[in-house]
């Protein structure tokens, strides 16, 4: 018996001391072989470009900052500062998780105002069935959203959303439609907020190596709450440049556009839409 307490004593005293030498270096090889993942994830994957206002159903890993200049048919300005964009990553071969920044938006006109906008905290995307230029040059994934309220009287909807999304693409040549659907669903204050469903449909073509033109059709459409039966659609028109190698593991990527509302040409204050047109820039580093 002496010797079989011996041996336990032996084996736990080892267990106490290796177990979180065996989890750290878990955690190393986990991380030494990040970009293992994320080049197999991106393989297997169409490899075109994320638009400007439509999230692509591509896995992409990234830092993207967005700037908004948008004029309202009231004659306001309103410029948004991040556009609720951030860091992009690839944990897996079939996830992302963007963990977005608060934007900042700054209103001129009669209800001049200023503040940070209500916070889209954090979006998960799983890949559901995907295959590369050469084996099919299609994706579907799908897409769950937590914009947090940050009670800015101006900007806010004082309520967290809950925002799932199904997403789509295919591919033909150098030709690609982009396209997701999905609906902001609030928590509480649905009687004044309603439900946002959001569908968006980019036309993407791909000339020589570094030039991505676009066409965008961006649909909101209201049910209950202070819109609901409304809706505006947007058309958006733009080109983004890119992927400029820049290191081994860092490619820089910039684009423009322009967005104009095609309905409705005008509704009853204050239920008008969010804004007439608007001019975003998009910059990125992917690694």
């Known amino acids: 018996m002496?010797?079989?307490?011996?041996?336990?004593?032996?084996?736990?005293?080892?267990t106490a001391f290796a177990a979180p030498a065996l989890a750290q270096s878990a955690?190393?090889?986990?991380?030494?072989?990040w970009y293992d993942r994320v080049n197999e994830a991106q393989s297997s994957q169409p490899h075109w470009m994320t638009p400007l206002a439509t999230v692509t159903p591509r896995l992409e890993q990234e830092f993207r900052y967005d700037q908004n200049f948008q004029r309202t048919n009231t004659d306001a300005n309103i410029t948004i500062y991040d556009g609720g964009?951030?860091?992009?990553?690839?944990?897996?071969?079939?996830?992302?998780i963007l963990l977005n920044l608060p934007p900042y938006e700054e209103r001129t006109g009669a209800k001049a105002a200023s503040g940070w906008a209500d916070w889209p905290l954090l979006t998960v995307k799983q890949r559901l069935a995907s295959a590369n230029e050469d084996n099919g040059n299609y994706i579907v994934t799908a897409f769950l959203g937590l914009q947090k309220p940050l009670n800015n009287r101006a900007f806010s909807n004082h309520?967290?959303?809950?925002?799932?999304?199904?997403?789509g693409g295919k591919g033909w040549?150098?030709?690609?439609?982009?396209a997701t659907l999905g609906a902001g669903i609030p928590t509480e204050h649905a009687n004044t907020i309603?439900?946002?469903?959001?569908?968006?449909?980019?036309l993407q073509y791909h000339i020589d190596e570094y030039f991505w033109p676009e066409i965008e059709f961006n649909d909101t459409k209201w049910s209950g709450g202070a819109r609901g039966g409304l809706n505006q659609l947007f058309m958006t028109f733009g080109i983004i440049f890119g992927r400029f190698q820049l290191a081994e593991h860092a490619r820089f990527i910039i684009g423009g556009g322009y967005q104009t509302a095609l309905s409705?040409?005008?509704?009853?204050?204050?239920?008008?839409?969010?804004?007439?047109?608007?001019?975003?820039?998009?910059?990125?580093?992917?690694?």
């Open 85 to 96: 964009k951030g860091l992009e990553l690839i944990p897996t071969t079939t996830n992302e």
């Open 159 to 167: 309520a967290y959303v809950i925002t799932p999304t199904i997403a």
């Open 27 to 33: 955690v190393g090889d986990y991380f030494d072989t």
């Open 194 to 202: 309603g439900t946002s469903f959001i569908t968006n449909v980019a």
């Open 2 to 14: 002496a010797g079989v307490r011996i041996l336990c004593g032996a084996w736990l005293f080892t």
């Open 264 to 287: 409705p040409t005008l509704v009853k204050v204050p239920l008008t839409p969010a804004y007439d047109h608007n001019w975003l820039l998009s910059a990125r580093l992917a690694f």
């Open 173 to 178: 040549g150098d030709f690609s439609v982009q």
